[in-house]
């Protein structure tokens, strides 16, 4: 079946403006997470929805970043007034059953994004 | 949650096994032990979860030992394709979000 996909898979913008990244989790899948890699670096957990739950937006950097999610699907990550350190690969990732331990996370190809 | 810590990188040959060691001190009665594969320009991939004593899959086997404070990722007879980072992850409750550096693996001819 299709996995999780993202787009765009590429995105350069100027300094200051607004981007937008989207996720298309697997089917089913009720939680969906964001997370931010730089380059040769881990993770950076991002914020995470699960089902109809207030997302958990404790990682997010700023109050420029922000995300939503229509449906219980689709997921936007909107960053505004972007910033060169913003710069890095955006990854998305679903997972079925939120509140099982053990479950795990199916990642997208990311979305990488440079700031000039 | 848990912190975990594992080695920044590591390298082996072709045909080894490699084994790739993970501590994770504070890890609580109800936490799993995950493991992921990432390869440059992709997202991370499952490999191998587990609780207590030994799992094994088709990739990898994975040895925890009775106090469940560190785990051991066991790669059989490396090859090229091999060479990724590989992170341990201690998922807590549905929170298995906190991704550390990872281990990265050079596999040699």
């Known amino acids: 079946g299709a996995g999780v996909s993202q787009s765009p898979s590429n995105k350069v913008t100027e300094k200051g403006k607004d981007v937008e990244l989207r996720c298309d989790p697997i089917?089913?899948?009720?939680?969906l997470y964001w997370y931010r890699q730089s380059l040769g670096q881990g993770l950076e957990f991002l914020i995470y929805f699960q089902g109809n739950s207030a997302p958990d937006k404790s990682g997010l950097p700023s109050d420029r970043f922000s995300a939503e999610r229509t449906g219980g699907s689709v997921s936007t990550l909107t960053i505004q007034r972007t910033q060169q350190e913003d710069s890095a690969v955006y990854l998305c990732a679903s997972s079925f059953l939120s509140l099982a331990v053990q479950e795990t996370q199916y990642f997208g190809p990311g979305t990488r994004l440079l700031v000039l | 949650l848990a912190k975990t810590t594992q080695p920044i990188s590591m390298d082996s040959y072709e045909g080894q096994e490699v084994n790739i060691t993970c501590s994770h001190n504070?890890?609580?009665?109800?936490?799993?032990i995950t493991w992921y594969q990432q390869f440059p320009s992709q997202g991370p991939r499952f490999i191998i979860q587990g609780y207590k004593t030994k799992v094994t899959n088709e990739v990898a086997s994975l040895f925890i030992p009775a106090d469940r404070k560190s785990s051991t990722l066991s790669l059989p007879r490396v090859s090229l394709s091999d060479t990724a980072v590989y992170y341990c992850?201690?998922?807590?409750?549905?929170?298995?979000?906190?991704f550390g550096p990872g281990t990265r693996l050079s596999v040699l001819p």
């Open positions: 504070n890890i609580a009665t109800n936490d799993y």
């Open positions: 992850l201690v998922t807590s409750g549905g929170q298995n979000f906190v």
């Open positions: 089917s089913g899948h009720t939680a």
